[in-house]
């Protein structure tokens, strides 16, 4: 029974992605801009373009668990943007990231189950942005996840809150920055929490909308119990093209993440993630 009600709520979120896309992919392109301006654009995370992220992830394991290194994931996210223009190179946002894990190994007394397809727990953003006419890049703001998992094995159960803050540089030849979060637990199962994370964000613009490109996440838990458990930290390279259907600018990427610091137990080894962004109209 709480099979079939995880997947319900599987369908229905992508159903309900599935309108939104058509909803915003019918709508006026108001701004046309060429693909390698979007693509430019794109690279920053204080951006003022409406987008649609979906990411499929892919990822293998390794650790001292039996049959550890056997173990693989897939997962797909979906993160709407529709950033609120305050002022000039200034924006609100509220974004959240849902994600539809299809395959995940849980370690459990007689080696892995597999658990899925369910509902993640979906995390979320608040901030602020500002740009600056050297090109620097400044966000703030609120970072949190909330229990929305179906299946209490593939979520935290617990509602995670916390600050965040990114700092980024445009060049002549592309973007980098790199953003800081910690949360701690605010509500749900009562364990303690305290977990630092982040993401780095490199481009390098080539010809024709072409881009050399990552944006790795890592993370740091305070209450491991192992400090060789404690830091999960992967280096990423990949490469990106943006192109033009019709006057719908769409982003392709394709990532691989090594990691070289994951938990002893059982943690990530590899990552590869195909990222597929079209770009919509604002509602506003």
Same mark, same amino acid.
């Given at each position: 029974?709480?099979?079939? %009600?995880?997947?319900?709520?599987?369908?229905?979120?992508?159903?309900?992605?599935?309108?939104?896309?058509?909803?915003?992919?019918?709508?006026?392109?108001?701004?046309? &801009?060429?693909?390698?301006?979007?693509?430019?654009?794109?690279?920053?995370?204080?951006?003022?373009?409406?987008?649609?992220?979906?990411?499929?992830?892919?990822?293998?394991?390794?650790?001292?668990? &039996?049959?550890?290194?056997?173990?693989?994931?897939?997962?797909?996210?979906?993160?709407?943007?529709? /950033?609120?223009?305050?002022?000039?190179?200034?924006? +609100?946002?509220?974004? =959240?990231?849902? =994600?539809?894990?299809?395959?995940?190994?849980? /370690?459990?007394?007689?080696? +892995?189950?597999?658990?899925?397809?369910?509902?993640?727990?979906? #995390?979320?953003?608040?901030?602020?942005?500002?740009?600056?006419?050297?090109?620097?890049?400044?966000?703030?703001?609120?970072?949190?996840?909330? *229990?929305? #998992?179906?299946?209490?094995?593939?979520?935290?159960?617990?509602? &995670?809150?916390?600050?965040?803050?990114?700092?980024?540089?445009?060049?002549?030849?592309?973007?980098?920055?790199?953003? +800081?979060?910690?949360?701690?637990?605010?509500?749900?199962?009562?364990?303690?929490?305290? %977990?630092?994370?982040?993401?780095?964000?490199?481009?390098?613009?080539?010809?024709?909308?072409?881009?050399?490109?990552?944006?790795?996440?890592?993370?740091?838990?305070?209450?491991?119990?192992?400090?060789? *458990?404690?830091?999960?930290? =992967?280096?990423?390279?990949?490469?990106?093209?943006?192109?033009?259907?019709?006057?719908?600018?769409?982003?392709?990427?394709?990532?691989?993440?090594?990691?070289?610091?994951?938990?002893? #137990? +059982?943690? =990530?080894?590899?990552?590869? &993630?195909?990222?597929?962004?079209?770009?919509?109209?604002?509602?506003?």
């Amino acid at each position: 029974m709480q099979n079939i %009600i995880s997947l319900k709520s599987s369908v229905l979120f992508l159903g309900l992605t599935l309108v939104l896309i058509v909803c915003s992919m019918t709508s006026s392109w108001a701004e046309e &801009r060429s693909a390698s301006e979007v693509a430019h654009e794109l690279s920053n995370p204080n951006n003022s373009l409406g987008s649609l992220s979906f990411n499929l992830d892919y990822i293998s394991y390794d650790g001292d668990i &039996r049959d550890a290194d056997e173990q693989d994931a897939w997962q797909i996210s979906f993160q709407p943007i529709f /950033p609120y223009p305050l002022a000039k190179d200034t924006n +609100f946002f509220l974004r =959240p990231l849902i =994600p539809l894990i299809l395959d995940q190994p849980v /370690p459990d007394a007689d080696g +892995f189950d597999d658990e899925g397809v369910d509902l993640g727990d979906i #995390a979320f953003d608040v901030a602020i942005g500002k740009g600056f006419s050297n090109g620097f890049q400044l966000i703030g703001g609120i970072t949190g996840s909330l *229990d929305t #998992a179906t299946n209490d094995a593939l979520g935290s159960g617990q509602t &995670r809150l916390g600050p965040e803050i990114f700092l980024g540089q445009k060049t002549d030849w592309g973007f980098y920055g790199a953003l +800081f979060t910690h949360v701690w637990d605010v509500a749900g199962d009562d364990y303690a929490t305290s %977990i630092t994370g982040g993401q780095y964000f490199y481009a390098i613009n080539l010809k024709d909308a072409w881009q050399i490109e990552a944006q790795p996440t890592w993370s740091y838990d305070y209450q491991a119990d192992d400090s060789d *458990d404690k830091l999960t930290f =992967p280096l990423g390279i990949g490469v990106a093209k943006t192109a033009m259907f019709g006057k719908t600018p769409v982003k392709f990427a394709l990532e691989y993440w090594n990691y070289i610091e994951s938990p002893d #137990a +059982f943690g =990530p080894e590899h990552q590869v &993630r195909l990222q597929v962004t079209p770009v919509v109209p604002l509602p506003w």
